[in-house]
């Protein structure tokens, strides 16, 4: 009787989960549209109209842009750590943080600068290689 005394509230946490997911779904289903067309059935990647096969890889720019996301939400959680203990490291906390936040922005500004933060249709209108445009042109 103890075993089961500990583990009711588990099974009664379990039991809630189900059921809430139960009813969402099958809200999702009796309160979705029923009707289809085209351009519901296109896939959708990441802003970027599709076009060709869609096992083709997607370009790497767009994993760039996700390994910076990364960079600086790893990033956040720091900032959001050393702000739960400011009051306990100091200033020499502070100046930790600051060098460290500043060396991120400095990454930040020249990714901009170097054109690393542009990717998808508009990123070929704008980029350019010694002197000439994307195209090959002067």
């Given amino acids: 009787m103890q075993i089961f005394n500990e583990l009711l509230p588990l099974i009664i946490y379990t039991v809630a989960a189900v059921l809430m997911i139960g009813v969402l779904l099958?809200?999702?289903?009796?309160?979705?549209?029923?009707?289809?067309?085209?351009?519901?059935?296109?896939?959708?990647?990441?802003?970027?109209?599709?076009?060709?096969a869609a096992r083709r890889p997607l370009s790497v720019p767009f994993y760039l842009i996700a390994i910076y996301f990364i960079v600086f939400d790893v990033e956040?959680?720091?900032?959001?750590?050393?702000?739960?203990?400011?009051?306990?490291?100091?200033?020499?906390?502070?100046?930790?943080?600051?060098?460290?936040?500043?060396?991120?922005?400095?990454?930040?500004?020249?990714l901009w600068?170097?054109?690393?933060?542009?990717?998808?249709?508009?990123?070929?209108?704008?980029?350019?290689?010694n002197g000439h445009n994307a195209t090959g042109n002067s």
Avoid at 32 to 52: D, L
Avoid at 81 to 102: E, K, R, S, Y
């Fill in 26 to 52: 099958s809200a999702a289903w009796w309160l979705g549209a029923k009707k289809t067309c085209r351009n519901k059935e296109m896939p959708y990647e990441s802003g970027v109209i599709p076009s060709g």
């Fill in 76 to 110: 956040t959680a720091f900032i959001f750590t050393w702000a739960t203990d400011w009051d306990q490291l100091g200033m020499p906390g502070l100046i930790h943080i600051t060098f460290f936040t500043g060396a991120l922005m400095l990454g930040l500004a020249w």
């Fill in 113 to 129: 600068i170097k054109g690393g933060l542009e990717w998808g249709p508009s990123a070929g209108k704008n980029r350019k290689y």
